[in-house]
């Protein structure tokens, strides 16, 4: 079946520091999500992206989708004590609709 | 507020005992979702209901059933929990298939069976 991964699983930076994390897929994907989870909270949609080689940015955090959508990266410019959580990727898996999400990548950002 | 609703929050259940999650949305999405989180493992899809009156199975159904009550509801039942269901359990929904909005999630029931 369809693989999603996710490096790093841990990230610890300082605080003003930038931060990204990688998501490859097997398997060619239709759309990517991605969604932070606070530590002890729930995941929260971001964004979602369509086009090969999309680019989108919220603020500090820029989003890419490869030209291949097979790999996507979330990119954080200096992080705040805010950014901590654990960012995930989601994509849906051949001829599913539905997403599989990967591991996740924990952000430590240390004041 | 508006979201998803999932109850109870907490729940200690010993091997064998059977419980029911509650998971309610108002948003008036068709698609419903249920989640099981492990650490360092993400979120492993349980079932699903792409729309009301339908349920599949996901990546790890063993051990749970659901109902798609109405709309608005869709319940995840653990018929024998076993030590290896203690997880945090997530509903999510929807507005349809491959939604552009993602999804909606609940703010998890953390179970742990004895």
């Known amino acids: 079946g369809q693989q999603v991964m996710q490096i790093p699983q841990y990230q610890h930076v300082q605080e003003g520091e930038d931060f990204t994390t990688y998501c490859n897929s097997s398997?060619?994907?239709?759309?990517i999500q991605w969604y932070k989870q606070r530590p002890g909270g729930h995941p929260v949609f971001l964004i979602q992206l369509v086009k090969s080689g999309e680019v989108k940015k919220q603020k500090r955090l820029t989003f890419q989708f490869g030209e291949a959508k097979k790999n996507s990266s979330l990119h954080i410019t200096a992080t705040q004590t805010t950014d901590v959580g654990t960012y995930f990727c989601a994509g849906p898996s051949g001829g599913s609709y539905i997403p599989t999400f990967g591991r996740g990548t924990s952000l430590i950002v240390h004041p | 507020n508006a979201g998803v609703t999932q109850t109870p929050k907490f729940q200690v259940l010993k091997t064998g005992q059977s419980m029911t999650l509650q998971c309610a949305q108002d948003m008036n999405h068709n698609s419903m979702y249920w989640y099981r989180q492990d650490p360092g493992m993400g979120l492993r899809l349980i079932y699903y209901?792409?729309?009301?009156?339908?349920?599949d199975k996901g990546e790890v159904p063993n051990g749970y059933n659901v109902s798609r009550l109405n709309k608005r509801e869709f319940s995840l039942r653990l018929e024998s929990a076993a030590p290896s269901q203690t997880s945090v359990y997530f509903c999510?929904?929807?507005?349809?298939?491959?939604?552009?909005?993602?999804?909606?999630f609940g703010s998890g029931t953390r179970l742990t069976v004895v």
């Open positions: 999510a929904s929807s507005e349809r298939q491959g939604s552009d909005y993602g999804y909606t």
């Open positions: 398997t060619t994907l239709s759309n």
């Open positions: 209901s792409a729309s009301e009156g339908t349920t």
